[in-house]
């Protein structure tokens, strides 16, 4: 797991395949989320990110849509925990910077509320449930304390 990952920020039409393969295989199968749920319609409009391995192997993805809201973030199973996610987030958040927003938004997994916290996301929601997933909308602002990323 130490080799070399490529982040770069992927095109729908161009990268469909690859970034649907991995949402597939971490949503559709590993949490039982049904397809036409996890592929909504909104894809075209958003910008995505692909992370691969040297080889060209995707591996990560994630897509922020026009409203601001970060969604779609999966991580194949064996690249778990090393940093994969983090670096996807980052690379949104950069995004936001440069289109001026103020804040971006998610609705996270119940289980994974610590890993947004690290990432200085605040809870503004009760528990819902999305697809039979218990989530909590969570926030960040991101002028102040991303001014040093633009």
């Not at 592929?39 to 958003?46: I, P, Y």
């Not at 910008?47 to 999966?74: K, V």
């Not at 690249?79 to 998610?106: D, K, M, N, T």
């Amino acid at each position: 797991m130490s080799q070399r990952i490529n982040f770069r920020e992927a095109s729908w039409p161009a990268d469909r395949e690859a970034l649907s393969l991995i949402r597939r295989e971490v949503f559709v199968e590993e949490q039982q989320v049904p397809e036409d749920l996890e592929f909504d319609g909104l894809d075209a409009g958003a910008l995505h990110w692909l992370a691969e391995e040297p080889g060209g192997e995707p591996i990560g993805t994630l897509r922020l849509l026009p409203s601001g809201q970060i969604g779609r973030m999966a991580v194949r199973q064996p690249w778990r925990g090393h940093g994969i996610g983090s670096h996807l987030l980052e690379c949104a958040l950069s995004a936001a910077i440069r289109h001026g927003w103020r804040e971006v938004w998610l609705n996270a997994q119940a289980t994974r509320l610590g890993f947004y916290a690290r990432h200085d996301f605040f809870i503004i929601s009760d528990t819902f449930e999305d697809a039979g997933i218990p989530h909590r909308r969570m926030l960040r602002r991101i002028r102040n304390s991303m001014a040093r990323a633009g």
